[in-house]
């Protein structure tokens, strides 16, 4: 009986009443104001049976409309409801709503796109106090989590784990971390047998973005896509076998059911947990090391510039022996391994790096893999990958004719985008785009400039902006993510 009072006493710190959720609804009276106020959202697919079993345990303990399922109902759509009807109870002198909009916090589970989706979404919406996020690992590789102390296995679904994790969320520090802009550019002639790719088959933050081509007369479409990333962009092998993975696991679900089997399906990737058996890390060297054999270098796909804190584009040589290059911006990819390491201070000024990487510096590491063989040597203690820049912004200019596709990877979620065979141009841009606040643990590996105040040289306010530069042929693209519509307060609609 004791026990039940104390859960109950618990689950009122972050409850919020279904007024405040769903618009008209009759006024509530609460014992008491919430400390934690949660809105959570969950993908039900991820995780196997998993994210069912979470929105059912969290509709239990908290109030059912406080609790989505992203299959349901997208999070841009849940966050203006609850913003517009946030603001006029405000606006009407509703002091719970108040406290709520201030002390709101964000829940969501599932794999790293499932949260880049709605970081995407919570930056569009550019509200003055955009809530900070937990992520629950219900993916393959829970980067995102496991960076921020969430771990990277999946989580019990039983009230007692969603219990733990609700205080966690409660005691959690915030954090900001860089958010990373990026766009696709495609054009292609008259009678190109390059088509654009299907929206349905690009990761969750990235969207299609139209423009007018300067010349319609020569141009059958210029078509471009925007989105973002928190984690990494990668091109090359790891993409092709992540490609390759998830192309199988929507050929057969059956065989991806839990956490587990999507682990050993996906030991395919070099870049795996250092906990699997030999036998499964020598499985997938051999698969990627064959996916490697058909896996055209960086250089022979794209010309490579960056551009540093000086705010000028220069050419990023890439050796001729990578075959996947990648945009890192947080410290593990592909389930908790670093590929950037820890170079010494000789080599950080040979290659004029800022040191340490930080979450939140304005600035990706750009890191390379030869072969199978090279990403298994991410296992050791001291293993990372080639270490070739780091950049404010990235940009890749593929060259005509070099290959039919490419393999594209935007935090866990990989796409085979075509490529013009003909005089058509494809290019992709990478940029920093301000900041989002993440919930961290006490003892979370992500760190940040605070935490190391005289080894960062650098600050994203202090940076070159991507909005401020004379000759940014994408202004337009990059005013926003592409996930949402900015949210209106009332004072904007009044002065219409």
Known sequence: MKNNLEKNNMLKEFYIPTYICVPESPAEKVSQIPICPVIVFINSKSGGQLGHDLIVTYRKLLNHSQVFDLLEEAPDKVLHRLYGNLERLKRDGDSLAAEIHKRLRLIVAGGDGTAGWLLGVVSDLKLVNPPPVATVPLGTGNNLPYSFGWGKRNPGTDQKSVLSFLKLVREAKEMKIDSWHIVMRMESP?????????????????????????????????????????????????????????????????KFKNQLSNQIWSSLCAYSEVQKPITFIIFSAENIFEAGMHTRNIAQLAKVKIMKKSGKWETLEIPQSIRSIVCLNLPSFSGGLNPWGTPSERKQRKRDLVMPPLVDDGLVEIVGFKDAWHGLVLLSPKGHGTRLAQAHRVQFQFHKGATEHAFMRLDGEPWKQPLPTDDGKVLVEISHAGQVKMLATKNCIAKGIHEAPALSTVHPESSSSSDDTDDDDFAEERRNFGAALSFRYMDDLTKE
Not at 211 to 237: A, I, L, Q
Request: hydrophobic letters at 25%; aromatic letters at 14%.
């Open 190 to 254: 008259k009678g190109s047998t390059c088509d654009p790719i299907a929206s349905l088959d690009l990761p969750h933050s990235l969207h299609a973005f139209h423009r007018v081509p300067n010349n319609p007369h020569d141009k059958e479409y210029s078509c471009t896509y925007r989105g973002g990333f928190w984690n990494y962009f990668s091109m090359g092998m790891d993409a092709q076998v992540s490609y390759d993975f998830h192309s199988e696991r929507k050929s057969h679900p059956e």
